[in-house]
């Protein structure tokens, strides 16, 4: 996994906008936070895991409220795809960078 590489400054440097990110779904919009608010204890358990879909949802369930995760529950893959690549483009992060 190419991120595996990554520096901690790098991923710093990657958090260009520390704005909450905020999607719709079903007419209703939810928010996530942005990818400074990640806790170390998330990105370090993140950092053991070989499995990205696991990561992906270490990461959410770190940055989304009760609201947010319900609405994720109820979408389908393509849908939760989109959110998640809107979220780290939005927190400027661009996947598979070393």
């Known amino acids: 996994m190419a991120s595996r590489n ?3 400054a790098d991923v710093v440097a990657a958090e260009a906008n520390s704005e909450d990110y905020t999607f719709t ?11 400074s608010a990640i806790k170390v204890g998330v990105l370090r358990r993140a ?5 990205e879909l696991e990561t992906m949802f270490l990461m959410l ?13 109820d979408m389908t893959i ?3 795809n989109e959110v998640f690549a809107g979220w780290q483009r939005h927190g400027g992060i661009t996947v598979g960078e070393s």
């Open 25 to 35: 779904h079903k007419g209703k919009v939810y928010t996530l936070k942005p990818p």
């Open 6 to 8: 990554r520096r901690p």
């Open 78 to 80: 393509a849908e939760l």
């Open 47 to 51: 950092a053991r895991s070989d499995n």
């Open 61 to 73: 369930e770190s940055i989304a409220d009760k609201n947010a995760l319900a609405a994720i529950d």
